[in-house]
């Protein structure tokens, strides 16, 4: 029995742990850079403006009052297998910088795949019992709101993809000739595509390619009152219980 079928959670054993720099090698694999990128007209420079002032006032905001919810996670995960707290993944970012991307660890230290290429499914054999509920309320997400703080990631914006994140088997750019073409701004911790139920494992062409329409379609919209409507359905959402798994 594997590291992926197995149901049982043993503890952490350090000695094990995967080491930094093999991971960066493996999220790195296949990387498919960009040519180039179209330039955002000048008339949106305000909008972003403000959309970056907003980011880094809610993002601290968040961050000060969230902070005894991640000493109480990062306890619970510690105390349920012993593991690493957070799970660091590369991933696109703005024009198509990578970018590491930080989360609550939800699965097994050993059975995490920095690489992207295994999406999680429902019913994951390797997601951890602490792991299930963040998943499931999607508070696995939180901590990136340190990627926001740090101008790498936006409340609002395409959702970040691991970079050799795959749909129906093919790499993304390969499927969708405009994929690069979200890399226009900034990845955000909730998007467009989201609230619309484009989320999740995309296993037919088709879903993939809506899912790119609707980041494509918010990156040629863009405007406040977007990201606004975008905040407010993801609140409204995650309310009536959330769409993670």
Not at 42 to 58: E, H, Q, S, T, Y
Not at 155 to 160: A, D, H, I, N, S
């Amino acid at each position: 029995m594997n590291a992926f079928t197995s149901k049982t959670n043993p503890r952490f054993d350090p000695s094990q742990r995967q080491d930094k720099t093999k991971t960066l090698v493996i999220a790195n694999s296949n990387i498919r850079q960009p040519d180039s990128f179209s330039l955002i007209e000048r008339k949106m420079a305000v909008r972003l403006g403000v959309k970056r002032l907003i980011d880094i006032v809610a993002s601290v905001s968040a961050l000060i009052v969230l902070a005894p919810l991640f000493l109480a996670i990062a306890l619970f995960i510690k105390l349920d297998d012993g593991g690493p707290v957070f799970f660091r993944q590369i991933r696109w970012g703005l024009n198509g910088r990578k970018i590491t991307v930080f989360k609550f660890r939800s699965m097994r230290a050993e059975a995490c795949d920095p690489s992207g290429i295994q999406q999680t499914v429902m019913g994951d054999s390797r997601v951890t019992g602490i792991g299930s509920v963040l998943r499931k309320t999607n508070i696995d997400e939180l901590p990136q709101l340190f990627n926001v703080l740090r101008g790498e990631m936006s409340l609002v914006g395409p959702r970040c993809h691991a970079i050799n994140m795959r749909a129906a088997g093919r790499l993304y750019e390969e499927l969708v000739p405009d994929y690069h073409y979200r890399h226009i701004m900034r990845p955000g911790i909730t998007g467009l595509a989201q609230t619309r139920g484009w989320r999740g494992p995309t296993a037919r062409p088709l879903a993939a390619r809506a899912r790119i329409a609707c980041d494509i379609y918010y990156v040629r919209n863009f405007s406040l009152l977007l990201d606004l409507k975008i905040l407010f359905k993801t609140v409204v959402i995650e309310l009536r219980g959330g769409t993670g798994f």
